[in-house]
């Protein structure tokens, strides 16, 4: 369904199109608000907040951005106002929650499946551990794939913070591998 299509049926009172909105953007909204929130409770109010903003909002969405851009940004307003609100600390706390990302069926072999998954939650450990505005622009950009002027429009930051945060992510990230990797090979 097209963009302009679905909006004009959920427009119109469709609930089966805004359930398929939700589906195809769920992961989207949970990927930005987790990078920001602290607990998993904190996170399951934040997307069905973000959710019920969109479709309020929704009949005034004029297309000026992708409706991805639209709802991210959404997401990150309303998940920033609810660490205002609680007045806590960003860092996410892992004992806290645990989040299961469903992985794309695949013919793999078992060991490969295995291994991805370690990989996997091995950087989300890694990007976790980086103060929360380059863990999301870091997100945005690479787990979300989203260009430079999406993720100012997102966040509302100027185009050369969010590259500048990308690069310092990166350059913390690359030096979080390798105090890791120092520390496994010290151990054996």
Known sequence: MKEKE??????????QAFRFLVKQYERL?????????????????VCQEVFIKVHQKLPKFRGESKLSTWIATIAYRVAVNHIKKKKTGTDIDESE????HP???TNDHPQNIVEK????????????????????????????????????EITGLPEGTVKNYIFRARKLLKELVEKSELVKYKLN
């Open 6 to 15: 679905l909006i004009h049926q959920i427009c119109n009172g469709n609930p």
């Open 29 to 45: 909204v949970f990927h930005v608000a987790a990078r920001l929130l602290n607990r998993q409770e904190d996170l399951e109010d």
């Open 97 to 100: 929650r645990e989040f299961i």
């Open 103 to 105: 992985d794309m069926i």
């Open 117 to 152: 998954k370690e990989l996997k939650t091995y950087v989300r450990k890694m990007v976790d551990q980086l103060p929360t505005q380059y863990k999301t622009v870091l997100s945005l950009y690479h787990l979300e794939e989203m260009g430079y002027k999406e993720i100012v």
